[in-house]
């Protein structure tokens, strides 16, 4: 998958000054994790920081003196970490996966240099146990790759869509379309359809890949999720074919259609959680239709929510549909 959550090859720069068994054992736990890369390594935290500024380091770990000592007698010591926090999503994982591997080192250590405290934990009668709902081994997968196929569908319905009308303008059958018995909704009807069974079997064929190749398993019902792509198809179809009656070229038509799409997939919640936006773009995001079609194919496929559950994301769905779609109808006559 070319969109993830992981972050690989986190180029470190260690600063060493105890040198010591203990030491070397956590840059060895550290570099075997499979996240991190060894770029420097030595007793200059001056020379790891220049690393840091040609960008041939991510991050310093800097091991102050006496750090066995420390750590096995006082049962303490601290490590410096700096983080290059340019990238905001790639210095929050490499802090985290850092966190994670002092944790498993220092429960190593102290099982290691104070066995009593093993026996103490086998005797101890309170253990705590984290359980994730509807994501037990917080794979990210199963929250990115239903997003990935509502942007698909959206891509593809919206841009063979925006295009089309455009397409008559250019090679001038708009006119005969214009002046024959055929109504204006049953024309835009006839050419929404096509596209709309295009973008259906797209869905489906990304409903295989993501169960047999990614592993997301469905937890909700089939009908109920192919009703609501459904109802979020048709709202696409006449956002697309609305920008197809403002333009006059299909260049045109294309230059509008990706920037809407991307307004969509940046305020829609498939990489950051609408609650983490700031408040004004929360607002953009409710009048956002993937928005609501990205929270219903998550509910369903991950928690298995019924209609019932899902009636006001249905309301919103209808209401884009029909607004779209109308409008669209309403902008051709106008032109025409």
Same mark, same amino acid.
């Given at each position: 998958m070319a969109a993830n959550y992981e972050v690989k090859n986190i180029n470190l720069a %260690? %600063?060493?000054h105890d040198h010591s068994t203990v030491s070397r054992d956590l840059i060895n736990d550290i570099t075997s994790s499979g996240y991190f890369q060894l770029t420097y390594f030595g007793e200059n935290y001056r020379a790891a920081f220049e690393k840091i500024e040609k960008e041939n380091a991510d991050l310093i770990l800097e091991i102050p003196p006496n750090f066995e000592k420390n750590l096995i007698r006082e049962n303490q010591q601290q %490590?410096? *970490?700096g983080?290059?926090?340019?990238?905001?999503?790639?210095?929050?994982?490499?802090?985290? $996966?850092? !966190? =994670?591997?002092?944790q498993l080192f220092n429960k190593n250590i102290q099982l290691k240099f104070q066995p009593q405290i093993a026996e103490a934990a086998k005797n101890s009668g309170l253990e705590i146990r984290s359980l994730m709902w509807f994501n037990k081994n917080y794979n $990210?997968?199963?929250s990115l790759v239903p997003g990935i196929l509502v942007f698909l569908v959206t891509l593809v319905g919206g841009m063979l869509s925006a295009l089309n009308i455009v397409e008559e303008k250019e090679i001038g059958t708009i006119e005969q379309i214009n002046v024959s018995p055929v109504k204006k909704s049953n024309f835009i009807l006839g050419k929404m359809i096509p596209f709309w069974i295009l973008s259906m079997v797209v869905f489906i064929l990304g409903m295989f890949i993501s169960h047999f190749f990614y592993k997301v398993d469905? $937890?909700?019902?089939l009908p109920t999720l192919l009703l609501f792509v459904t109802i979020y198809q048709i709202g696409i179809l006449g956002y697309g074919l609305l920008i197809s009656t403002y333009s006059e070229t299909q260049q045109q038509a294309m230059f509008i259609n990706f920037f809407f799409v991307m307004i969509f997939i940046l305020m829609s919640g498939l990489f950051t959680p609408i609650e983490s936006m700031p408040i004004w773009s929360q607002y953009i995001a409710k009048m956002n239709p993937m928005t609501y079609m990205i929270e219903i194919i998550r509910l369903i496929m991950l928690k298995g929510s !019924?209609? =019932?559950?899902l009636l006001p994301q249905l309301l919103a769905l209808i209401v884009f549909a %029909? *607004?779209?779609? *109308?409008?669209?109808?309403l902008n051709y006559r106008k032109t025409s």
């Open positions: %260690v %600063v060493d %490590v410096f *970490v983080i290059n926090a340019i990238n905001g999503t790639k210095a929050g994982l490499s802090g985290a $996966y850092l !966190t =994670q591997i002092f $990210y997968r199963l469905m $937890y909700g019902n !019924t209609i =019932q559950n %029909v *607004v779209f779609n *109308v409008w669209a109808i």
